[in-house]
């Protein structure tokens, strides 16, 4: 079997606010919603900014696991408008807090601790981006305080 190869798509930072809306806890987990407030994209073949708009509609579990429903829009630096939709995975959310109040992990050992994953799926009209529309990637992320960082890898 073939192991997998990726190459590195582009990293971005996402602000959001608090959650602004708190469900309670229903036969998913604990929902939570939160706004999306803008950020940051870099990357050789991707770049630009998240644009304020979309959020992140979490559920958390009794395992404290945070399971993510996000959606967000990034504009390149060019105009072409990418929407964004991801699920995934932050656990131990407790411990991710305890990262993200001082900047995030420091060390290596911090960030083994916490398993953060996402899928991002990318939807463009933008010809010179259609490419985006088929691919897969998988992205890693860190709780910074505030916001969210993905390094984010297109699978080969």
Request: hydrophobic share 35%.
């Amino acid at each position: 079997m073939e192991e997998p190869r990726f190459r590195h798509l582009c990293s971005y930072k996402a602000s959001f606010t608090e959650p602004q809306q708190m469900i309670g806890k229903a036969h998913f987990g604990r929902r939570m919603i939160a706004a999306l407030t803008g950020g940051e994209v870099e990357g050789e073949r991707l770049h630009g900014r998240v644009m304020p708009s979309g959020g992140d509609w979490a559920t958390i579990d009794d395992n404290d696991t945070l399971r993510l429903d996000a959606r967000i829009t990034m504009e390149t630096h060019d105009g072409a408008l990418i929407y964004v939709s991801y699920r995934g995975v932050l656990r131990p959310l407790s411990v991710a807090h305890k990262h993200a109040r001082k900047g995030g992990p420091q060390t290596p050992e911090e960030k083994a601790e916490v398993y953060f994953r996402t899928t991002p799926m990318f939807e463009t009209g933008d010809d010179r981006y259609l490419w985006l529309n088929d691919i897969v990637a998988v992205g890693l992320g860190a709780s910074i305080g505030g916001a969210v960082r993905y390094d984010v890898f297109e699978l080969l």
